[in-house]
C-alpha cells in the first residue's frame, strides 16, 4: 500500500521533467483525435440505425444523439489507453528510468508484438464493458454502476499497464508471479488511471501518468521482488535488476 503512494507521488513529479514534453504532445494529439472519431462514430451508427420522417424528431435525435454518443465515447475512451500508449511507452518508461534508475537497463520491447497483444485487451475489455454500459444509463442502478465500472476497468488497466512496466525487465511467469502477490496495488493504480482518464482535460495526459506510476511502481518493488518469485516457485530464476 505504501509503495503504491510513493509510486504515485514520483509519477507525479515526473510529469514535470523536460524529456516528457513530446510524449505528452504525443498523448494529447492522439487523445483528442481518438475522442473526435469515437464521438463521430458512436453518432453515424445511432443515425444509421435511428429513422425518423418527421423534421421534429430529427431534430431532437441530432441533440440526444451526440449528448448519447458524447458520453459514451467518455466511457469507452479509458478502454483504449493501453492501445494509445503502445505507440510511446517505452520512451516514457526508458527516460524515467534513465533518469531516476540509471543503473536499470532499459531493454527494447518488441513493437509489433506489443501492439497485437494491446489490441486483443483491448477487444477483451471493450466486450466486458459492452455489458456494463446500459447499466450507467439506468437512474439510480448507474450511480452503483459507476463504481463498478471504475473497479472492473481498475482491474483490468492496472493489469495492463503493469505488464507495460514490468514486461520489460522479467518474464512473463516473474510478472504473473509479481501481480497475484501485489494485485491491490495494482489494482489500486488501474482505478486510479482509470478515473483520471474520465476527467475533461486531465484524460488527455492520464496516459503518461500511468506509464509513470506503473514504472515507478515495479521499481519499487525491486528490493524483495527475488524472494518473492522463489516463494511463488517461478521456473526461471529471476533476471537481475541492479
Do not use: C
Not at 509519477?11 to 494529439?29: D, E, H, P, V
Request: proline share 6%.
Amino acid at each position: 500500500m505504501g509503495r503504491f503512494f510513493i509510486a504515485a507521488g514520483r509519477a507525479f513529479g515526473s510529469l514535470t521533467q523536460s524529456g516528457l514534453f513530446k510524449a505528452f504532445l504525443m498523448s494529447i494529439s492522439i487523445n483528442i483525435v481518438i475522442l473526435m472519431l469515437l464521438v463521430w462514430g458512436i453518432y453515424a451508427l445511432l443515425d444509421w440505425v435511428t429513422v425518423f420522417e418527421s423534421e421534429t424528431a430529427d431534430f431532437l435525435l441530432d441533440i440526444g444523439g451526440t449528448a448519447v454518443a458524447s458520453m459514451v465515447a467518455y466511457l469507452i475512451f479509458p478502454l483504449l489507453l493501453p492501445l494509445i500508449v503502445s505507440f510511446f511507452d517505452s520512451y516514457i518508461a526508458e527516460h524515467i528510468e534513465r533518469k531516476d534508475y540509471p543503473t536499470t537497463p532499459t531493454p527494447e520491447p518488441p513493437f509489433w508484438p506489443t501492439i497485437l497483444h494491446d489490441v486483443k485487451f483491448t477487444l477483451k475489455a471493450l466486450a466486458i464493458n459492452l455489458v456494463l454500459l446500459p447499466f450507467l444509463f439506468i437512474p439510480f442502478i448507474n450511480f452503483f454502476m459507476y463504481f463498478v465500472y471504475i473497479g472492473v476497468n481498475g482491474y483490468l488497466l492496472g493489469s495492463e499497464f503493469f505488464h507495460m512496466a514490468a514486461g520489460r525487465h522479467v518474464d512473463f511467469e516473474q510478472g504473473q508471479a509479481l501481480k497475484r502477490r501485489h494485485r491491490f496495488g495494482i489494482t489500486l493504480g488501474g482505478m486510479a488511471i482509470t478515473f483520471a482518464s474520465t476527467i475533461p482535460i486531465v484524460n488527455l495526459v492520464s496516459p503518461v501518468w500511468g506509464v509513470a506510476l506503473m514504472v515507478h511502481f515495479f521499481h519499487a518493488l525491486k528490493p524483495n521482488y527475488k524472494i518473492m518469485i522463489a516463494e511463488e516457485g517461478a521456473d526461471s530464476p529471476p533476471k537481475k535488476l541492479t
